[in-house]
């Protein structure tokens, strides 16, 4: 799903805090075609002396009429994602473009009931988010397995959310890799995602699951490298990078 044709203009409709440092924007895009789980958005803002910055910012949430959301962390030295992430405000106008990519793209209703590897860095989870989302509205929900790696606690995008869903009957599981600094009682010493940290029963390569990685580009080329040494066919594992 691609839509053509150009900018729409986007207001904010909410705003809401994910973690220390990002926060998650609800729009409203009037003519929004709708959108799969894993398609992102061009942002484009324009300064009053007609500057115009524009970048990408992948949907956390499945289609839901003309409502759409991302969330978004400042970069350092940004000229876009600062503003979004500090200064925005609800009733304040942005324009978008999409939705855009069709490779990155997960429809729990079309009726394949393979499980689903998620494996996220950082804001990397922001797609696979939608994909968790999205979930809920297919008839049979396929087996679905998070496993996010973030610096420390603080860091953890959608917690309270991801929480809930995990504890529910059939909800998705949830596994949290921190590389930096781990809550008191871990098991696990803070350190990057491991091959044993991939190899979790229902979702090895011999269960055959669809994998989606989404990360920075070293995290993304790491794991999918540890996935196709644990068996996993390459054709299996869809990646999105950034920066």
Known sequence: MRAPGGWRVAVVAEVRPEAADARTLALTVDGWPGHLAGQHVDVRLTAEDGYQAVRSYSLCAPADGARLELSVQPVADGE??????GEVRPGDELEV???????FVWD?????????????????IAPLMAMIRARRTAPAPAPLRLLHSVRAPGQRWYAAELDRLAGEPGGPVVDTVYTREAPPGATRPPG????????RPGWRADDAPRCFVCGATAFVEAVAGRLVEAGHPPDRI?????G
């Open 80 to 85: 876009v994602s600062p503003y979004l992430a």
């Open 97 to 103: 473009r999409g939705p855009l990519g069709g490779w």
């Open 108 to 124: 729990p209703a079309d009726g394949v009931p393979d499980p689903v590897l998620l494996v996220g860095g950082g804001s990397g």
């Open 192 to 199: 990057r995602v491991t091959l044993q940290d991939l190899e």
């Open 238 to 242: 869809r990646t999105e990078r950034f």
